[in-house]
């Protein structure tokens, strides 16, 4: 599976970004797929993850609410709509693959491929 992320930028407090991620390599709808990020210093940590058929999704406490996973099988891409961003939100977004599963982890050893991440800056 190759993973492309796409999207990120930098944007004041308040505003929105979509992050985009484009799959290639395998049967798209056979898996779930995740966003994780990484600010300086930090380890990586789990933003959103969302199962195979895109009806199950689930958030990290910190992003329920502003965030939004989605996916469009048909074009084998995987969105995160990025809503009221704070300055924590900083980091670079990455995202993953699980295609032993369709449901979805929050648990980022769970990911087999990863995206090569986008930078995402919020200013205060």
């Known amino acids: 599976v190759q993973l492309q992320a796409s999207g990120g930028g930098l944007v004041q407090a308040g505003g929105s970004l979509r992050l985009s991620c484009a799959a290639s390599g395998r049967t798209f709808v056979n898996y779930a797929m995740g966003w994780f990020r990484q600010a300086p210093g930090k380890e990586r940590e789990f933003v959103a993850y969302i199962g195979w058929s895109g009806d199950d999704a689930y958030y990290a406490d910190s992003v329920r609410g502003r965030f939004t996973v989605s996916r469009d099988n048909a074009k084998n891409m995987v969105y995160l709509q990025m809503n009221s961003l704070k300055p924590e939100d900083t980091a670079v977004y990455y995202c993953?693959?699980?295609?032993?599963?369709?449901?979805?982890?929050?648990?980022?050893?769970?990911?087999?491929?990863w995206g090569q991440g986008t930078q995402v800056t919020v200013s205060s």
């Open positions: 993953a693959a699980d295609i032993s599963s369709r449901c979805g982890s929050s648990l980022k050893d769970r990911y087999n491929y």
